[in-house]
């Protein structure tokens, strides 16, 4: 009898349940908002279209399905849907026209995992925190780099290298020189230091950027596979190694700066961040004081510190890879740059103005580079839309700025070096074209950009003014890139530093 009782009521809680859930199904596929969601490939049930990018660079197999699909186009990484937007006139809508529609950045495992939990300025949401952070970088950059801070920077860091051109009798790879500079304006800028080629401090960096680079690649199987954040890939323990490196180093740094902060003296970037904590304790600020806890700060200048110096050090590989086969375009710049900059002296701003053709350089070396080709993934805040189609809040959303850079619609001779295209008929620097974005756009533009900038143009004025650059006899360059579809790098070469007259 008991047994009975006790499986009538099983019976009808089962019933009940079974009830529920169909009308429950039936009501969310009733109700739910429809979208239009932009055409794409095929996508395989929990792997998406990663295999399609096996063996392609990401970018280059978004621009093939250009074709098939047009400039917007829904991709699977694994199960995460991503919209991709493969033309300018897509990108600035995004970007520019509706900002702040897509002014987030995606929360993934890995994301999350290495800032602190969306602490950083690069990889950390679109929030109040986030806004200011963003304001305190910038106010502390535009100080750190007026009047001739970033001049003696230059300068200093020039110094360092040159002599050790100087004296490389045989062909080098000018990689670790771009490093060691890149480092020195950052250090400078950040924390007051300066290095040599063969510190172990510096040795250590480099191994540390370049590991990152090498272990990161094409992106990490853990955002995508879930159970694998139980038992991750050597990839993943790789790269947790060398972040928690770097991160140790960034708090070494801040803590030597702690011990010796005055608030009266600011002396540099990390100063001037520890001021606003600081400040925020002192005022009894509990909101800010939330806002800029040490984690913070530590994501903070590690942001500033480590994007800075890939921007410079790469887009230095480019150039000189590209004027080593260009002797044409390397004679221009050199009859520029003798009748501006002194064989020594301060790198002075002023230079800039009157050096349109080794900015055209610069600009072109950063267009056919495309050294970080999708940029950072954003990712949609609200519901929005692009063109005719939907973009669904929280949906990731990939600019394909190599293809903007090489759209034949938009450039003429989309694979040839011709600096002169960014000038205008007097030689001067022409408007910045739309097609031209290496440093993106709209409330995520490069933090880095004011200082990248004059800083590329007086680095390369600076190298020219010495040295003309080939490539050793009997070498053939090769233009291909490595380091997946995160960022392109050249390959290893070499060249040759012929001291000028």
Same mark, same amino acid.
């Given at each position: 009898?008991? @047994? &009975?009782?006790?499986?009538?009521?099983?019976?009808?809680?089962?019933?009940?349940?079974?009830?529920?859930?169909?009308?429950?199904?039936?009501? +969310?596929?009733?109700?739910?908002?429809?979208?239009?969601?932009?055409?794409?490939?095929?996508?395989?049930?929990? &792997? @998406?279209?990663?295999?399609?990018?096996?063996?392609?660079?990401?970018?280059?197999?978004?621009?093939?399905?250009?074709?098939?699909?047009?400039?917007?186009?829904?991709?699977?990484?694994?199960?995460?849907?991503?919209?991709?937007?493969?033309?300018?006139?897509?990108?600035?809508?995004?970007?520019?026209?509706?900002?702040?529609?897509?002014?987030?950045?995606?929360?993934?495992?890995?994301?999350? $995992?290495?800032?602190?939990?969306?602490?950083?300025?690069?990889?950390?949401?679109?929030?109040?925190?986030?806004?200011?952070?963003?304001?305190?970088?910038?106010?502390?950059?535009?100080?750190?780099?007026?009047?001739?801070?970033?001049?003696?920077?230059?300068?200093?860091?020039?110094? /360092?290298?040159?002599?050790?051109? /100087?004296?490389?009798?045989?062909?080098?790879?000018?990689?670790?020189?771009?490093?060691?500079?890149?480092?020195?304006?950052? =250090?400078?800028?950040?924390?007051?230091?300066?290095?040599?080629?063969?510190? #172990?401090?510096? /040795?250590?960096? &480099?191994?540390?950027?370049?590991?990152?680079?090498?272990?990161?690649?094409?992106?990490?199987?853990? %955002?995508?596979?879930?159970?694998?954040?139980? =038992?991750?890939?050597?990839?993943?323990?790789?790269?947790?190694?060398?972040?928690?490196?770097?991160?140790?180093?960034? %708090?070494?740094? &801040?803590?030597?700066? *702690? $011990?010796?902060?005055?608030?009266?003296?600011?002396?540099?970037?990390?100063?001037?961040?520890?001021? #606003?904590?600081?400040?925020?304790?002192?005022?009894?600020?509990?909101?800010?004081?939330?806002?800029?806890? %040490?984690?913070?700060? *530590?994501?903070?200048?590690? %942001?500033?510190?480590?994007?800075?110096?890939?921007?410079?050090?790469?887009?230095?590989?480019?150039?000189?890879? +590209?004027?080593?086969?260009?002797?044409?375009?390397?004679?221009?710049?050199?009859?520029?740059?003798?009748?501006?900059?002194?064989?020594?002296?301060?790198?002075?701003?002023?230079?800039?103005?009157?050096?349109?053709?080794?900015?055209?350089?610069?600009?072109?070396?950063?267009?056919?580079?495309?050294?970080?080709?999708?940029?950072?993934?954003?990712?949609?805040?609200?519901?929005?839309?692009?063109?005719?189609?939907?973009?669904?809040?929280?949906?990731?959303?990939?600019?394909?700025?190599?293809?903007?850079?090489?759209?034949?619609?938009?450039?003429?001779?989309?694979?040839?070096?011709?600096?002169?295209?960014?000038?205008?008929?007097?030689?001067?620097?022409?408007?910045?074209?739309?097609?031209?974005?290496?440093?993106?756009?709209?409330?995520?533009?490069?933090? @880095?950009?004011?200082?990248?900038?004059?800083?590329?143009?007086?680095?390369?004025? @600076?190298?020219?003014?010495?040295?003309?650059?080939?490539?050793?006899?009997?070498?053939?360059?090769?233009?291909? #890139?490595?380091?997946?579809?995160?960022?392109?790098?050249? /390959?290893?070469?070499?060249?040759?530093?012929?001291?000028?007259?």
């Amino acid at each position: 009898m008991g @047994g &009975i009782l006790s499986y009538v009521p099983l019976s009808l809680t089962t019933q009940t349940l079974m009830v529920a859930a169909v009308f429950g199904t039936t009501a +969310y596929y009733m109700f739910r908002k429809s979208y239009r969601l932009p055409p794409g490939p095929f996508a395989l049930p929990l &792997i @998406g279209n990663v295999l399609s990018f096996k063996g392609t660079p990401m970018y280059q197999k978004l621009a093939e399905w250009t074709k098939t699909y047009g400039p917007v186009m829904t991709v699977y990484l694994g199960p995460i849907r991503c919209v991709a937007l493969n033309s300018t006139e897509v990108v600035l809508e995004a970007l520019v026209t509706k900002q702040a529609d897509f002014a987030g950045r995606p929360q993934t495992y890995s994301t999350l $995992k290495f800032s602190d939990g969306g602490k950083s300025i690069a990889l950390g949401d679109y929030h109040a925190t986030w806004r200011l952070h963003r304001k305190l970088a910038t106010k502390a950059l535009r100080h750190f780099i007026s009047g001739n801070q970033l001049e003696q920077r230059v300068t200093d860091s020039l110094a /360092k290298v040159i002599p050790l051109l /100087k004296n490389a009798k045989d062909p080098i790879n000018p990689h670790e020189y771009n490093t060691l500079v890149g480092v020195n304006i950052l =250090c400078g800028v950040c924390f007051g230091e300066t290095y040599d080629v063969d510190d #172990a401090m510096f /040795k250590n960096m &480099i191994h540390l950027f370049d590991e990152f680079l090498n272990s990161f690649g094409n992106g990490l199987l853990e %955002d995508i596979i879930p159970p694998l954040r139980l =038992c991750p890939t050597g990839k993943m323990k790789q790269l947790t190694k060398v972040m928690d490196e770097f991160f140790g180093l960034m %708090d070494t740094f &801040i803590d030597e700066h *702690r $011990k010796t902060f005055s608030p009266d003296h600011c002396r540099d970037f990390t100063d001037s961040i520890l001021l #606003a904590q600081n400040e925020a304790i002192e005022e009894g600020d509990e909101l800010t004081k939330s806002r800029i806890t %040490d984690e913070h700060i *530590r994501q903070t200048v590690g %942001d500033i510190f480590g994007a800075g110096i890939d921007t410079t050090r790469f887009t230095l590989d480019w150039a000189m890879l +590209y004027l080593a086969t260009s002797p044409e375009v390397q004679s221009k710049v050199h009859e520029e740059v003798d009748k501006v900059v002194p064989k020594s002296g301060t790198m002075l701003l002023s230079y800039r103005n009157q050096l349109p053709y080794t900015e055209a350089v610069l600009h072109e070396v950063m267009r056919l580079s495309s050294v970080v080709p999708l940029s950072l993934p954003h990712s949609t805040i609200c519901d929005t839309k692009i063109g005719d189609y939907d973009i669904p809040q929280g949906t990731m959303v990939l600019l394909n700025l190599w293809m903007m850079h090489h759209d034949p619609d938009k450039w003429t001779d989309v694979e040839d070096f011709k600096p002169e295209r960014f000038l205008d008929e007097t030689g001067a620097m022409a408007p910045k074209p739309d097609s031209w974005l290496p440093f993106s756009a709209g409330r995520r533009v490069c933090l @880095g950009e004011s200082v990248a900038k004059p800083e590329l143009v007086l680095l390369l004025a @600076g190298y020219m003014r010495q040295f003309k650059i080939s490539l050793p006899d009997g070498v053939k360059p090769d233009f291909e #890139a490595i380091g997946g579809g995160f960022v392109r790098t050249p /390959k290893p070469f070499k060249v040759v530093f012929e001291e000028r007259d």
